[in-house]
């Protein structure tokens, strides 16, 4: 949310609709006290009360013209749009993984937010819920955004190397993959240090608690697979899978913590009786090194196991996958075992390590 002043006494007001996207309104307060809205013509209509629009997994206030007013001079003593901070961060987040945003963005963000003017206790309880909320906003945003380069990276792949043919399919639009790259995981634990760090100066700065950021890496806020990156990516996974009859929702354990440059791939195939495994295999391990290893040193031993079966016989899917499986159980990786699939073409697995 972001709000200027008139010199002519109105309030030009920029938040966030039901559709996420950003709508601007001028507000002004006539000499009775109620509450006006001046269109683009010019033309007034009374306004008793401007209602926070609603996003299903955020609180929201219900703010009127004194409280927008009172939060621009004393911010301390105000409660933020969580709304608003809501696409905000998330926005953010986006530019920051594409590269359009650096690091010193994300901590000018954060600093803008938390703003604290005053030394009483009513100020420092405020700004103490504040960060907390704050951390919670951003590590929802930086979680799902590391996500989304995985499974884009995921499609991408699966894509640009054959493995799947059905790409826009109606049908199918390339669910039933499963795609970790511990890259991201760790992208994704860079920025979390990066707002514990924020946060904690301004706790010191404000004489406030910083808070138990284990305790709100644990937050029910969200429904949409919380705060961490293993719990978004559970949620993002099974809803790629759902489609293939993979409803369990966790596969990797939540508090699972990869090797630097480990990278799992499992997804059923669309290849015909002409297809070359062997040199599939092959073009799949190069596309990995010079598309997606580009610079690492970590992550160079390779399993691929490609299949292919009949109905009647999935002996050598099984096969292909339990070797797959024997990498998690020699690395004392805690991994959902699901049923046996019924694939509806072959099978493809990498781990990358």
Not at 9 to 26: A, C, L, W
Not at 72 to 96: H, P, Q
Not at 244 to 265: A, I, Q, R, S, T
Request: aromatic fraction near 14%; charged fraction near 25%.
């Amino acid at each position: 949310m972001s709000s200027v002043i008139g010199t002519d006494g109105t309030i030009e007001f920029t938040y966030y609709n039901q559709r996420s996207q950003k709508e601007t309104i001028r507000l002004r307060q006539d000499t009775s006290g109620e509450l006006l809205r001046v269109n683009d013509d010019g033309a007034e209509e009374f306004m008793y009360k401007y209602e926070g629009v609603g996003i299903f997994t955020t609180p929201l206030p219900s703010e009127n013209y004194n409280d927008i007013i009172s939060k621009m001079k004393n911010s301390a003593n105000s409660t933020i749009g969580w709304n608003t901070v809501f696409n905000e961060s998330f926005n953010l987040m986006k530019d920051y993984y594409a590269g359009n945003k650096g690091s010193d963005d994300v901590k000018s963000y954060i600093r803008n937010l938390c703003k604290c003017n005053g030394n009483n206790e009513v100020a420092k309880a405020q700004a103490s819920k504040t960060l907390s909320l704050v951390y919670e906003y951003m590590s929802r945003a930086n979680s799902h955004n590391a996500v989304n380069q995985n499974m884009s990276e995921a499609e991408k792949m699966i894509v640009d190397t054959g493995i799947r043919k059905d790409a826009g399919n109606q049908f199918s639009n390339l669910k039933g993959f499963v795609y970790y790259n511990a890259d991201y995981y760790y992208s994704y634990i860079d920025m979390q240090d990066l707002f514990k760090e924020t946060i904690s100066e301004l706790a010191s700065e404000y004489g406030i608690d910083e808070p138990v950021y284990e305790t709100l890496d644990k937050s029910n806020r969200f429904p949409d697979g919380g705060t961490t990156y293993n719990g978004v990516w559970n949620h993002e996974t099974y809803n790629e899978n759902v489609l293939h009859y993979l409803n369990e929702y966790k596969f990797f354990d939540e508090n699972y913590v990869p090797e630097e440059g480990f990278l799992f791939c499992e997804s059923e195939l669309r290849y015909d009786d002409a297809t070359d495994l062997k040199r599939m295999a092959t073009e799949i391990k190069r596309y990995v090194t010079e598309k997606i290893r580009k610079t690492s040193q970590k992550g160079k031993n390779f399993l691929v196991e490609l299949s292919k079966h009949n109905m009647q016989d999935l002996s050598d899917v099984k096969k292909s996958r339990n070797l797959i499986r024997k990498y998690f159980g020699d690395n004392d990786i805690i991994y959902q075992n699901v049923r046996d699939r019924r694939w509806t073409g072959d099978y493809f697995g990498l781990i990358l390590y």
